[in-house]
């Protein structure tokens, strides 16, 4: 899984990690650091802090089997952008009829974004 993927694991899911996983996900994934380095930052030996990230990532994605709360999440985005650019064209129709629902479904889909 790439990094993004983690990350955006990570964002739906890290609360349920302990806080060591969580500091060690942090320092892996969104700071970059080495086994090594976060080993010698959290007084852990590189081993402890491998089996640390093997069962955070682990979790994180039994969560998102079980759940899909992410993939849901991605398919929202992408169904939102469609709606977005579909209601951008209709918005220029001359009948103002129609262009004023596009602007109300822009508005909807907006929001669907944030």
Do not use: P, W
């Amino acid at each position: 899984m790439d990094a993004l993927q983690m990350a955006l694991l990570f964002d739906y899911y890290g609360e349920l990690l302990t806080e060591r996983q969580r500091m060690c996900f942090d320092l892996r994934h969104n700071q970059d650091f080495s086994l090594a380095e976060i080993a010698e930052e959290l007084q852990v030996s590189r081993q402890g802090v491998h089996d640390n990230l093997s069962r955070a990532e682990a979790l994180l994605l039994t969560m998102e089997e079980k759940t899909g709360c992410v993939r849901r999440a991605m398919e929202c985005r992408k169904a939102a952008g469609k709606i977005l650019q579909a209601a951008g064209q209709l918005k220029e129709h001359q009948d103002k009829q129609v262009s004023d629902l596009a602007r109300i479904i822009l508005d909807a889909a907006r929001n669907l974004e944030e």
